[in-house]
């Protein structure tokens, strides 16, 4: 019964993405630094005298230190400085309304990224896309026999795109991020079986896949019946209305 009273604001929340570039980091800069190393030890032990004794423990010396200071940077690349020295580009940040995500849940993802790079902000272009896709991967671990195995496998894969605005310090853009209540499940961490959700994030051409980031979702093991009401799914077909694009 309406008493009058003005429903409650929807809660919002931001949340920072996760660069997932910095993966890349960590392994070429450990592969590298392993092998600089290893290139160094043997030019320093290297034999001869005079020149032939100086050159290689100075080939040693200029391969070994800078690679492996790369590779303790690699050790590090989680760290927002690195990640944006690489990408030109802080970390994005989404602000999503109504929170917490939920089974059936619609919300508005609001998308804004900074470019902290002079490069990076000579190369915007006058109409620029950010690209998500919202993804519910599954795990399952079980055994054959006496062997023990392990599955891992999508079972939602929802696409989407939307143009930027220009702001004083980036760009943003607004984009909906509707959660299937007929795909998919609640997030579930046991030792056996695992679901878990997570929006991948990343910016148009020219810029791509260097400025790839997700947020890790945690959806609650609850129907936002209000909202599919809200929107008539609930009315026609077996849910109503059309059901969003999943995959396997």
Same mark, same amino acid.
């Given at each position: 019964?309406?008493? #009058? !009273? ?13 660069? *997932? ?7 070429? $800069? ?11 030890? @043997?030019?320093?032990?290297? #034999? ?14 200029? @391969? ?30 989404? =602000?999503? *309304?109504?929170?917490?995500?939920? %089974? ?19 190369? %915007? ?7 998500? =896709? @919202?993804?519910? =991967? =599954? ?5 054959? $026999? ?28 607004? @984009? ?7 795909? $998919? ?10 679901? !878990?959700?997570?929006?991948?994030? !990343? ?10 980031? !997700?947020?890790?979702?945690?959806? /609650? ?8 009401? $809200? /929107?008539?799914?609930?009315? &026609?077909?077996?849910? &109503? #209305?059309?059901?969003? /694009?999943?995959?396997?």
């Amino acid at each position: 019964m309406d008493d #009058g !009273r003005p429903a409650p604001a929807p809660v919002s929340q931001v949340v920072e993405a996760k660069p *997932t570039v910095a993966r890349v980091v960590v392994i070429v $800069g450990g592969v590298l630094a392993v092998m600089a190393a290893a290139v160094g030890i @043997l030019l320093w032990n290297s #034999g001869g005298s005079g020149l032939s004794y100086l050159i290689p423990r100075a080939l040693g010396v200029v @391969l070994f230190v800078p690679l492996l200071a790369l590779l303790a940077a690699a050790a590090t690349s989680g760290s927002t400085t690195l990640t944006e020295r690489l990408t030109g580009w802080a970390n994005p940040t989404v =602000e999503f *309304t109504p929170w917490p995500p939920q %089974l059936g849940r619609t919300m508005t993802a609001v998308y804004r990224r900074q470019p902290i790079s002079a490069r990076a902000r000579g190369r %915007l272009p006058a109409q620029l896309r950010v690209e998500t =896709e @919202l993804v519910c =991967e =599954e795990w399952v671990e079980y055994t054959v $026999g006496t062997d023990t195995r392990t599955d891992t496998h999508d079972v939602v894969r929802v696409r989407s795109s939307a143009s930027t605005n220009p702001m004083a310090d980036g760009v943003e853009a607004v @984009l909906v991020v509707a959660i299937p209540f007929d795909a $998919g499940a609640p997030t579930i961490d046991l030792d056996h079986n695992k679901v !878990r959700w997570r929006l991948d994030t !990343r910016l148009g051409q020219p810029f791509g896949k260097r400025t790839a980031a !997700r947020v890790d979702l945690k959806v /609650e093991p609850v129907l936002d019946a209000a909202t599919l009401i $809200g /929107e008539g799914r609930l009315a &026609g077909g077996p849910f &109503g #209305g059309p059901n969003p /694009e999943v995959g396997s």
